[in-house]
């Protein structure tokens, strides 16, 4: 059995791998999408953003939950990787019949009959991913995020070998659909190269219905999730049609690159830490506290960041076409922002059992959000993502307080963990805002270069100011290098995982 300090630093080493992937990924992806849309017009990505909404909403049923379940199990692993495997692929079949039956239902919908034939395509990728998805939660499931990280990249990076050149020649919206096909193969065929495990030996009758009790949870909790964090996306492609659904989408590329790849890579490693530290019967608010501390040093600054630089950053990256982008923008960044604190939240509920509950959270915050957004989509797109960052706010606030309470983690400790990143974000406002009060006149690129550096410089120095303590443990942690002797609080968190 891995000890305490050896499965601590898997902790560790796995969140700093998943970051590390989601953040190159995500890099490439933007890179990508910059140079598409220089190439593509709105509508283009407009038609593929609603087909993958659609493809979205099946995925969150997916599986059933028992990938989910995998990563969980606490023995027979290689049992309940045979129930995975023949679910997915049993279930794949199902969607994709049901996503081509449904496409002309879905284009009508959506006001887009040309998306039709998108759909359609798109439809490859339920097969193409449900090959991987077991090997992928074994990778999870092991902490082995280090190998993970190679076909997450390779499929960011195949999607934009292949969409490129395609959109060059003149393949339109046809370009983004094959990037995303050969991206999800290419992913599948790492997978199983880096992953031992094949599908042999007898089906383990006794281990589905457990593995389905559980995955049921999971599955409400990601139809909700789905629900709720692409609603958005349904109203303004519903009301506004593809153009505009494609300029909200574009707003939505930078924050997904600057905070949200954050959140779910922490995610990724956390929910199985947590689950052993459960089942090992460890407290979890040490953890917790730890985790939320420089989950919240990061992303609370990107969010901040984003908002405040939006219209220089838009131009920069995507050009002055995209400049209805950035109202939008400003929005979602405070979304994203608020949304990626409650992401451990979710991890505690799912850890302890207690999925059920967190679907249950998920649905009230739908109940609330859904008219909400169909109302403000009366005023505009900006509204929309404005009225979608302020019922998450009060969402997330609700999610941590009850996964507190049931893993027993004072909410003290909680505001502790938040207050270093929130004092410096707001002297990075501040900092950011008399930058580009004083730059109007230079080009966009400048502006953002010089606002970079001097917000940077500003948050190091309001952090080492308002939480030494993580000033001192990140200098330790670089001057250290490996020496895993735990004397600072993360290094006391790691080791009391088990």
């Given amino acids: 059995m891995t000890g305490p300090a050896g499965l601590g630093r898997q902790a560790a080493g796995g969140m700093a791998w998943s970051v590390i992937a989601s953040g190159g990924g995500r890099l490439i992806s933007l890179v990508s999408v910059a140079v598409l849309a220089r190439l593509?017009?709105?509508?283009d990505f407009g038609l593929v953003a609603f087909a993958l909404v659609f493809i979205a909403y099946i995925e969150a049923l997916g599986d059933l939950g028992t990938g989910a379940a995998l990563v969980r199990w606490p023995h027979r692993p290689r049992q309940v990787a045979q129930v995975t495997f023949a679910i997915n692929l049993a279930m794949?079949?199902?969607?994709?019949?049901?996503?081509?039956?449904?496409?002309?239902?879905?284009?009508?919908?959506?006001?887009?009959p040309g998306g039709v034939p998108v759909l359609q395509a798109l439809a490859w990728t339920f097969p193409l991913k449900a090959l991987g998805n077991t090997h992928d939660a074994?990778?999870?499931?092991?902490?082995?995020?280090r190998a993970r990280a190679v076909p997450e990249v390779a499929l960011l990076l195949a999607k934009a070998a292949v969409a490129i050149p395609l959109a060059v020649a003149g393949f339109?919206?046809?370009s983004l659909v094959w990037g995303q096909l050969v991206g999800q193969a290419l992913w599948t065929m790492i997978l199983w190269i880096v992953v031992p495990w094949r599908p042999t030996g007898p089906w383990p009758r006794d281990v589905v219905r457990p593995v389905l009790a559980y995955g049921r949870g999971i599955v409400w909790v990601n139809v909700l999730a789905v629900v709720v964090h692409h609603v958005d996306v349904v109203v303004v492609g519903r009301v506004f049609g593809t153009v505009t659904l494609g300029f909200y989408q574009m707003a939505e590329k930078l924050p997904d690159v600057a905070v949200n790849l954050l959140a779910r890579a922490t995610s990724k490693v956390l929910f199985p830490v947590f689950a052993r530290l459960h089942a090992g019967g460890e407290a979890l608010r040490e953890m917790y506290a730890v985790?939320?501390?420089?989950?919240?040093?990061?992303?609370?600054?990107?969010?901040?960041?984003?908002?405040?630089?939006?219209e220089p950053l838009v131009v920069t990256a995507f050009g002055a076409q995209w400049l209805p982008s950035v109202p939008i923008l400003q929005a979602l960044a405070a979304y994203t922002g608020v949304r990626a604190l409650?992401?451990?939240?979710?991890?505690?509920?799912?850890?302890?059992?207690?999925?059920?509950?967190?679907?249950?959270?998920?649905?009230?915050?739908?109940?609330?959000?859904?008219?909400?957004?169909?109302?403000?989509?009366?005023?505009?797109?900006v509204a929309v993502a404005a009225s979608l960052a302020a019922v998450t706010a009060l969402g997330s606030a609700l999610n941590i307080v009850v996964a507190c309470r049931l893993a027993a983690i004072p909410l003290a400790a909680?505001?502790?963990?938040?207050?270093?990143?929130?004092?410096?974000?707001?002297?990075?406002?501040?900092?950011?805002?008399?930058?580009?009060?004083?730059?109007?006149?230079l080009p966009p690129v400048i502006q953002v270069a010089l606002a970079g550096g001097v917000g940077l410089a500003v948050y190091v120095?309001?952090?080492?100011?308002?939480?030494?303590?993580?000033?001192?443990?990140?200098?330790?942690v670089i001057a250290e290098r490996g020496d895993r002797v735990p004397r600072t609080d993360w290094d006391l968190a790691r080791a009391a995982v088990r």
Avoid at 40 to 43: E, G, I, M, V
Avoid at 294 to 307: E, M, N, Q
Avoid at 343 to 364: F, N, Q, T, Y
Avoid at 425 to 430: E, K, P, R, V
Wanted: hydrophobic residues 65%; positive net charge; charged residues 10%.
């Fill in 40 to 43: 593509l017009a709105p509508a």
């Fill in 461 to 476: 120095g309001a952090v080492r100011v308002l939480s030494p303590v993580t000033w001192r443990e990140v200098r330790r």
């Fill in 342 to 381: 409650s992401a451990l939240a979710g991890d505690v509920l799912k850890a302890i059992g207690r999925p059920g509950l967190l679907a249950s959270l998920a649905a009230v915050r739908g109940i609330v959000l859904i008219p909400a957004l169909v109302l403000a989509s009366a005023h505009g797109a």
């Fill in 92 to 112: 794949a079949a199902v969607w994709f019949a049901l996503t081509v039956a449904a496409a002309p239902a879905v284009a009508r919908f959506f006001g887009s």
């Fill in 414 to 441: 909680v505001l502790a963990a938040l207050f270093p990143s929130f004092g410096a974000s707001g002297a990075l406002a501040g900092a950011l805002a008399l930058v580009l009060s004083h730059t109007a006149e």
């Fill in 172 to 174: 339109g919206v046809w």
């Fill in 291 to 310: 985790s939320l501390r420089y989950l919240s040093l990061l992303t609370t600054p990107a969010a901040v960041a984003l908002a405040v630089l939006a």
């Fill in 138 to 145: 074994l990778l999870q499931r092991g902490l082995r995020f």
